[in-house]
T-cell receptor, first 112, second 114 residues
Framework: GENVEQHPSTLSVQEGDSAVIKCTYS??????FPWYKQELGKGPQLIID?????GEKKDQRIAVTLNKTAKHFSLHITETQPEDSAVYFC???????????FGAGTTVTVRA | DAGVIQSPRHEVTEMGQEVTLRCKPI?????LFWYRQTMMRGLELLIY????????DSGMPEDRFSAKMPNASFSTLKIQPSEPRDSAVYFC????????????FGPGTRLTVT
């Protein structure tokens, strides 16, 4: 099955700086890569996703890049704000499959 | 849209008791997922329903766990009898269909078994 590794496990950044989280996956058939943000006491919230026919996707301060050859994808948050502090999860899913394989999560702390 | 609704939000019970968790998916979604989240194992898929039919229950840890979806707007996850190692946060998620569709999570039920 799919195995998703996520790094780093914790990330502390100064407000206004950028944050980058990286994930690798094992199954070359995977072609859907969502990112979730989980705040304390809440469920994971989908913030952005990318499919294998696209190399990069951007939504305001959030961007995701995908390198299918190397089997890795990354989340970039620019101009970080205190409200970006949360746990971020990457995930991967195979073609026409419902199963999401999640990374272990990255705890992001934005220092004011 | 109200999003995925779960109840109760918190449940504390004694070992051996029956626990029932409830979920109402987003209206119009026909895929429903139950997940368990722990520090040790992260997010694990327990069971997946499509059009109210259980498609994959390979993640259900043991026979003490059962799930039902009697109609498109309601699902339950039952643990009987509960054990302390079942303590976790249980999430329900729904999506428009199987395949490459976004999964939307509910707020979760924090279960503590003493």
């Amino acid at each position: 099955g799919e195995n998703v590794e996520q790094h780093p496990s914790t990330l502390s950044v100064q407000e206004g700086d950028s944050a980058v989280i990286k994930c690798t996956y094992s199954d070359s058939a995977s072609n859907y890569f969502p990112w979730y943000k989980q705040e304390l006491g809440k469920g994971p919230q989908l913030i952005i996703d990318i499919r294998s026919n696209v190399g990069e996707k951007k939504d305001q301060r959030i961007a995701v890049t995908l390198n299918k050859t190397a089997k890795h994808f990354s989340l970039h948050i620019t101009e970080t704000q205190p409200e970006d502090s949360a746990v971020y999860f990457c995930a991967a899913s195979s073609r026409n499959d419902y199963k999401l394989s999640f990374g272990a999560g990255t705890t992001v702390t934005v220092r004011a | 849209d109200a999003g995925v609704i779960q109840s109760p939000r918190h449940e504390v019970t004694e070992m051996g008791q029956e626990v029932t968790l409830r979920c109402k998916p987003i209206s119009g979604h026909n895929s429903l997922f139950w997940y368990r989240q722990t520090m040790m194992r992260g997010l694990e898929l327990l069971i997946y329903f499509n059009n109210n039919v259980p498609i994959d229950d390979s993640g259900m840890p043991e026979d003490r766990f059962s799930a039902k979806m009697p109609n498109a707007s309601f699902s339950t996850l039952k643990i009987q009898p509960s054990e302390p190692r079942d303590s976790a946060v249980y999430f329900c998620a729904s999506s428009l269909n199987r395949g490459l569709y976004e999964q939307y999570f509910g707020p979760g039920t924090r279960l503590t078994v003493t």
